[in-house]
């Protein structure tokens, strides 16, 4: 969690996501789902079978609305557009 993390660095949450910004350009949270989405887009790619609820439970996401609408800010199409795309490539 936030809070572990920023413990550990021996320094409050939210100070520790001002620095993370300040040093990386980056809000910690798109970070955190820009690295998520990387892992569903691995497992989406992959010879597994596994459908979209349970790719989105394996990158830490509570269900497919939420699934969803992150790959879509982050991709510009869905997971299902995107896993098509891909079958159709190999």
Sequence with gaps: TLEQIAEKCGITPNYFTKLFREC???KLWDYITAKRI???K???SGTQELNILDVALQC?????ANFNRAFLKFTGITPS??????????
């Design 38 to 40: 990387d892992r569903a």
């Design 24 to 26: 990386f350009q980056v």
């Design 60 to 64: 830490g996401f509570n269900n497919t």
């Design 42 to 44: 691995g497992l989406l």
């Design 81 to 90: 557009a995107y896993r098509h795309r891909r079958e159709l490539l190999h």
